[in-house]
């Protein structure tokens, strides 16, 4: 595969762990991209999968990694070392891209060589289940906001895509990290004065949310141990501490002792979908704190 004169070639990178139910979908999307089917190699690591994965992935012309070592740092640094492209993209295994979405984000880079990372954007497929339903309305992983974050900027790496000379520059992602890995690259890739990044958010992925209220859960509650991880391995740049912690539960509480009295005490009821989504709320920030709080004990007992 070589570039031309116009396009050069990108490696679209995707991690997946037992995605049998949406890897399909995702790699249907990839190769009814628009941009030239010659200039863009599709790879899938696979970091250990127990399901149909490999046999769905394998259906397909795209190529097929094997990770043993689990975390999806680890399988997108697999990807990185295994690709031939000059930019690469990524994107999850359970999102699927709009036809123009590689065009896109090439065409980021086209106007200024300092473009290190061109961001696109994500937004909710077609939710099926009440859970899903309100991650749509969040809208979690809008870029705008967060790279444009004056305190901590930095961008959701599903939709994304970076010179190969990011990746020499400041290295790979973070293989320590459980979660939030993208962060911390962000913030590597930030502090770095010789890139910047472009936004684009015609560059579009359909990311298909957790299902039920207890996936929702696992996946704040591994989020809550990313960020307390950042926290340890950043401890001058990302201050938190047990005072703002206790705050947070407070809170927490707060928001549990509204939802019972609405729900038991009151003399209107809430409707069922507000009901609903207030639970769900709950449900997202409990995890969240369950696991930074964790992660903040084992770090402190890693510390000691």
């Known amino acids: 595969m070589m570039a031309d004169s116009?396009?050069?070639?990108?490696?679209?990178?995707?991690?997946?762990?037992?995605?049998?139910?949406?890897?399909?979908?995702?790699?249907?999307?990839?190769?009814?991209?628009?941009?030239?089917?010659?200039?863009?190699?599709?790879?899938?690591?696979?970091?250990?999968?127990?399901?149909?994965?490999?046999?769905?992935?394998?259906?397909?012309?795209?190529?097929?990694?094997?990770?043993?070592?689990?975390?999806?740092?680890?399988?997108?640094?697999?990807?990185?070392?295994?690709?031939?492209?000059?930019?690469?993209?990524?994107?999850?295994?359970?999102?699927?891209?709009g036809t123009g979405w590689l065009r896109e984000l090439v065409q980021g880079f086209k106007n200024d060589p300092q473009i290190g990372a061109v961001v696109g954007d994500t937004v909710a497929y077609p939710p099926e289940t009440q859970a899903q339903r309100y991650m749509a309305k969040?809208?979690?992983?809008?870029?705008?906001?967060?790279?444009?974050?004056?305190?901590?900027?930095?961008?959701?790496?599903?939709?994304?895509?970076?010179?190969?000379?990011?990746?020499?520059?400041?290295?790979?992602?973070?293989p320590l990290l459980v979660a939030c890995e993208g962060v911390d690259f962000s913030r590597r890739f930030f502090k770095n004065?010789?890139?910047?990044?472009?936004?684009?958010?015609?560059?579009?992925?359909?990311?298909?949310?957790?299902?039920?209220?207890?996936?929702?859960?696992?996946q704040y509650q591994a989020y809550g141990r990313g960020m307390a991880a950042l926290c340890h391995k950043y401890p001058e740049e990302i201050s938190w501490g047990w005072r703002r912690e206790l705050r947070a539960y407070a809170d927490l509480l707060t928001s549990a002792l509204a939802l019972g009295r609405a729900a038991i005490g009151s003399k209107k009821a809430l409707e069922p979908k507000e009901a609903s989504y207030r639970y769900l709320d709950l449900v997202r920030k409990t995890g969240a704190r369950v696991g930074f709080t964790y992660g903040l004990f084992r770090n402190e007992f890693k510390r000691g």
């Open 138 to 174: 969040r809208n979690p992983f809008w870029q705008m906001p967060h790279v444009r974050s004056p305190e901590l900027p930095w961008f959701h790496v599903a939709s994304t895509a970076f010179r190969r000379g990011v990746f020499s520059e400041i290295g790979l992602f973070d």
């Open 193 to 218: 004065k010789h890139f910047k990044v472009a936004y684009n958010p015609r560059a579009m992925i359909f990311h298909r949310h957790r299902l039920t209220a207890i996936d929702l859960f696992r």
């Open 6 to 97: 116009t396009n050069p070639l990108v490696s679209v990178i995707i991690p997946v762990l037992n995605g049998e139910r949406t890897i399909n979908d995702c790699l249907v999307s990839l190769l009814a991209m628009d941009y030239p089917a010659p200039l863009r190699e599709i790879l899938v690591v696979d970091n250990r999968s127990t399901d149909r994965t490999a046999q769905i992935v394998k259906a397909h012309p795209v190529r097929y990694v094997w990770e043993q070592q689990r975390g999806v740092a680890t399988a997108r640094n697999t990807g990185i070392e295994a690709s031939h492209g000059k930019i690469l993209a990524f994107i999850d295994a359970d999102c699927v891209a």
